[in-house]
């Protein structure tokens, strides 16, 4: 029925993604505009600094960053288990990646066009996590946060030690490049790592990854969202809020949380052969604790449990190092200008040499105060410590609340 | 016959008379794949169609005439408003039974009292909290012979008794019949007649035992012609269609639900959207956003508390837009009044700017943002109610009529309302008022055939020359409108001799949200006094909110503070009225009136009679040191 929202005669209706005309357009809108971003400097009124190649490389990560948080939110937000142990299914499915599409050369490299690497990037780690799962599913809560923990640990060592495989300590890899060839021609049909020319828009490497990542973040959006609102999703919400009422209402526990393990280290593995595949050479070391956190600050700033919230997570998280950076490099321009007010009061947080007293230093090296790496880290904490406990929705807490302010005009309730 | 319907070419069996049951037909054979019922289960809105209703019904009928069904027997129901009723009651009437309404708060002695008076033989109860009602006077009623269940659940204590039998073997019953008969139904209809007897609508008996009122066919005809399908009713003239959204929530025994949902769905064809129950109405609201909409004046002025109260609860910023836009809709609500209902040039400015920023939002909250013609009757609604929602541009119209004429009176056309009275006689109907005593009378073709086995109360209940007497005092207004004056046995003689109608007062009462019922008594006293009833939970919000500590119902209304609360409702209305007319002491009613207990009719109706005896020492503690 049009314009009754709210009556609906199916449970398809009823979970339909886009319920509402508006709800379409809006979407439609945003999707042209985030396809748009790299030509948005010949655009009007378009934030042109994004369509930069730095800007480019940022939202690209963000991009990466979203699918394998969408795989933790899978696992933690909606299926309730903590996992320490995202980076290790990461390294996973980078290392799978590169066994099969790095080029043949003193490591293992198969060669392999993308469309069987990415695949088996989601394959290795779910079939992996599957047969971890077992001894995972057992423990719940912090113990289940210990179990993970040391599986990050056991990860670091094999792939420090499997030299053959990972290039080892210090040393690194190059992983397979964005390039889609049918076998192993010679040259790949489509090249996203070479700038070129599209429908006869000059496009830079960096805008051409960005789409094409751009493209797997929604369709990682689109399975993330489908597992959440169909049998399964609803399994692993269960089993969330009460694993036993879950049980007996017919949930298969053991199941559901393997299953849950399964599709999360599936997400973990592409998001890190992407990755891996972005930056081009990586060391084991990379797939360390800090990564892990640093999906875990994605889904609770951003709002544990929800899809959207996840996404929102992932441009704060990753986002936000960038514009610490640009703000305070900005900050000392100012302070070492002179005169003002923010120059005063900014003085009194960045140290700008080497024996200027400052919270924050902007110098290379080590110098009094924090560095820009380090402020981020400590911001990252509190932003954590102070979503949960004062807004445990996330972001998408916060989005919500202003969007029930409208719902509920003219009233409170 | 509407004129929406073409009939259809009837193979074999001639026509019978147009009856319920054949216009149901009829819109099966023109829109089989249109929604006709909606219903709200397992959490969604379940879409039944024309052409599942109607097969539904057939499969029915054909087991009503398994079960012997002759014309002119009687069917109970005794549920909620859900499609087997309508389904069951559209059967009898399709195989020329009558169909006997129950309220579902009707206690075990009233179900003994209407299934023995109407002698039904085939009964619906619902659930099992019915069924325990009529179980518990099963022995005596001689004519029941089979107990029609529709919910499962709890009849494991019955399983093995011959005369319950649950819904859906009933219609395989009537699937195995339609086999062996088929046409047998179809047949039944072509036989009905004018004349014949469709529903017996017990009056809600204020005083004295509910009286069965018969209404035939040719009443319903009449009531379909008029009520739902008169020219001029509805805003520009377009008739209620199959676009139209119902909700059906009041009970449908009630002949105002009946014409309301199911005849009109019936005559012109809207969706009936069934309620879940009476305490979820405001989110089926909501959620269907009907497009007509009827309502009793409990419920208009329900809404209209809940809409001040919200809007005073809000915060800050939204409670400032809240108190702009309430000035906006009573500013607009005084034009539209004394301009008939439509809008002024002026009001239709302020509205326009006033729908962008508050009414859109305020209108789909209580679930009227496309509701097109809203109505209220039953009982008497207090003018300012009425003002306030065509102030916020809801279309609020009064109507008047009552069982025994099938609801044809007066209705206040679109655009031609005049507030405070009950509208226009309809076009050609007999409408006069009694020069002697103001009763308003009728006579036309919807006048009801009389009161089931009791032809004494038939004949009280019509004039010499054979106008119905209706009970209720008029006047004209501009000659024009007719204005309700009261029931003609509530209106107050005070000893000084002056003619009061408690009605007004107690209407003026009542709009205060705080008040929920009132009874102003003085008949044969020196001044008036009233009983007051407090609506629990806004008095109880009002009162957490002043940290006035209290317990239950009878604790907060003997508060202290809660006197003086309801004393300035008092004072307020006293202003409203002349010196003879004012209200010089009120006590509070100590309990939660309840139709149970017998202080209420089955429609929520004071029942005066009941409650001068049971709080008779509140009413002489009012008169006692002047007497």
Not at chain 2, 97 to 105: A, D, F, K, R, S
Not at chain 2, 144 to 156: S, T, W
């Amino acid at each position: 029925m049009r314009g009754r929202p709210l009556l609906f005669t199916s449970y398809e209706a009823d979970q339909a993604l886009m319920p509402t005309t508006t709800k379409k357009v809006a979407l439609t809108v945003f999707l042209v505009a985030l396809v748009l971003v790299p030509v948005y400097d010949v655009i009007p009124f378009a934030p042109d600094f994004l369509a930069k190649d730095d800007w480019l490389k940022v939202l690209t990560n963000v991009m990466i960053f979203a699918i394998g948080a969408l795989g933790l939110n899978i696992l933690t937000g909606l299926a309730g288990q903590v996992s320490l142990g995202h980076a290790f299914f990461m390294g996973l499915g980078a290392y799978t990646a590169a066994a099969l599409g790095a080029p043949e050369g003193p490591l293992v490299g198969l060669g392999l066009p993308m469309w069987i690497w990415l695949p088996a990037a989601a394959v290795v780690p779910a079939l992996v996590g599957v047969l971890v799962g077992p001894t995972a599913v057992r423990v719940r809560g912090l113990y289940l946060a210990i179990v993970t923990l040391g599986l990050v640990f056991i990860g670091e060592y094999l792939f420090r030690n499997t030299e053959s495989w990972t290039g080892g300590s210090q040393a690194g890899r190059t992983f397979p490049r964005f390039q889609f060839r049918f076998w192993k021609e010679e040259e790949p049909l489509v090249d996203f790592s070479r700038k070129g020319e599209w429908f006869g828009i000059e496009l830079s490497n960096e805008a051409k990854t960005y789409i094409l990542l751009l493209g797997f973040a929604i369709v990682a959006t689109l399975i993330a969202k489908n597992i959440q609102r169909t049998r399964v999703g609803r399994a692993f919400q269960a089993i969330r809020d009460r694993d036993i009422a879950a049980e007996v209402m017919g949930v298969d526990e053991f199941r559901y949380k393997l299953l849950a393990f399964g599709i999360s280290s599936a997400f973990a593995g592409v998001s890190g052969a992407l990755l891996a595949s972005f930056v081009g050479r990586t060391i084991p070391e990379r797939w360390d604790l800090l990564l892990s956190v640093q999906f875990i600050a994605i889904i609770l700033i951003g709002g544990a449990g929800t899809v959207t919230g996840t996404l929102m997570g992932a441009l704060f998280v990753i986002a936000l190092p960038r514009v610490v950076q640009d703000f305070t490099a900005w900050l000392s321009d100012k302070i070492d200008a002179g005169e003002g007010i923010i120059a005063k009061v900014g003085d009194v947080f960045i140290a700008t040499s080497g024996d200027d007293f400052g919270i924050v230093n902007t110098l290379p090296g080590t110098g009094p105060g924090l560095s820009v790496f380090q402020l981020n880290l400590v911001i990252y904490g509190l932003l954590i410590i102070v979503f949960l406990i004062f807004e445990p929705l996330g972001l998408y807490g916060i989005w919500l609340r202003v969007r029930n302010y409208w719902k509920g005009w003219p009233f409170t309730y | 016959m509407t004129s929406v319907v073409e009939r259809r070419e009837t193979p074999g069996v001639g026509e019978g008379y147009p009856t319920v049951a054949s216009h149901i037909r009829d819109w099966a054979q023109k829109l089989p794949d249109h929604v006709a019922l909606r219903e709200k289960d397992y959490g969604i809105w379940q879409e039944i169609t024309w052409k599942e209703y109607w097969e539904t019904v057939l499969d029915a009928a054909h087991g009503l005439l398994a079960l012997g069904i002759e014309p002119g027997d009687r069917v109970s129901i005794h549920s909620e408003d859900r499609p087997e009723w309508v389904i069951l009651d559209v059967a009898t009437v399709a195989v020329r039974g009558i169909t006997v309404g129950l309220y579902p708060t009707n206690p075990a002695a009233e179900v003994q009292y209407l299934l023995s008076d109407s002698g039904a033989k085939v009964h619906l109860a619902e659930d099992q909290e019915q069924a325990d009602k009529v179980m518990e006077v099963i022995d005596s009623l001689p004519n029941l012979e089979k107990i029609i269940h529709v919910e499962p659940r709890g009849f494991r204590e019955y399983r093995n008794d011959p005369r319950f039998i649950f819904w859906d073997d009933f219609l395989e019953l009537g699937r195995e019949h339609r086999k062996a008969h088929p046409g047998a139904v179809e047949q039944r209809m072509a036989e009905a007649t004018a004349d014949d007897v469709m529903t017996l609508v017990y009056t809600s008996g204020t005083t004295g035992p509910p009286k069965g009122a018969m209404l035939t066919n040719a009443n319903a005809k009449y009531a379909m012609d008029l009520v739902i399908n008169v020219e001029g009713r509805l805003p520009g003239d377009k008739k209620p269609s199959p676009d139209d959204q119902i909700l059906t929530y009041l009970p449908l025994c009630h002949v105002a639900e009946r014409i309301f949902s199911t005849w009109t769905n019936a005559a012109a064809g809207p969706v009936l959207n069934f309620a879940e129950s009476i305490e979820t109405v405001q989110q089926n609201l909501r959620e269907i956003q009907p497009t007509l909409f009827f309502a009793v004046p409990r419920i208009w002025e329900k809404i209209h508390a809940t809409i001040i109260i919200k809007g005073r609860d809000a915060t800050f910023f939204k409670r400032l837009w809240f108190a702009l836009g309430l000035k906006m809709a009573g500013f607009i609500g005084r034009e539209r009044v004394a301009n008939g209902g439509l809008h002024t040039w002026k009001s239709r400015i302020v509205y326009a700017i006033g729908y962008l920023f508050i009414f859109r939002a305020l209108r789909e909250r209580i679930g009227l943002r496309r509701c097109r013609w809203a109505g209220t009757g039953a009982a008497a609604i207090a003018p300012e109610v009425i003002q306030f929602f065509h102030g916020l541009g809801i279309n609020l119209y009064e109507l008047y009529g009552m069982t025994e004429n099938s609801a044809v009176a007066t209705v206040n056309f679109y655009g031609r309302m005049k507030l405070g009275t009950v509208g226009e006689p309809y076009p050609g109907i007999g409408l006069r008022l009694d020069p002697e005593t103001g009763e308003i009378q009728t006579k036309h073709p919807g006048v009801f055939k009389g009161y089931w086995n009791k032809p004494d109360k038939t004949a009280e209940a019509f004039t010499e020359d054979g106008w119905l007497k209706t009970g209720d005092v008029g006047v004209w207004v501009d000659g024009t409108h007719v204005k309700i004056v009261d029931r003609i046995k509530h209106i107050i003689i005070t000893s000084g001799g002056k003619n009061i109608s408690p009605s007004e007062i107690e209407n003026s009462l009542k709009t205060s949200p705080y008040v929920k019922e009132a009874m102003v008594i003085g008949d044969g006293r020196k001044y008036l006094t009233a009983l007051i009833g407090i609506e629990f939970d806004v008095v109880g919000d009002w009162a957490t909110r002043r940290g006035i500590p209290y317990t239950t119902y009878r604790d907060l209304s003997e508060k202290p503070e809660v006197i003086e609360l309801i004393q300035g409702v008092i004072d307020e209305t006293n202003k409203k009225f002349s010196r003879v007319e004012q209200i010089k002491k009120f006590r509070m009613i100590p309990k939660e009136l309840d139709h149970e207990d017998g202080e209420l009719t089955a429609t929520q109706k004071l029942k005066r009679k009941a409650m001068e005896e049971m709080f008779g020492d509140l009413i002489e503690d009012m008169y006692g040191s002047d007497r």
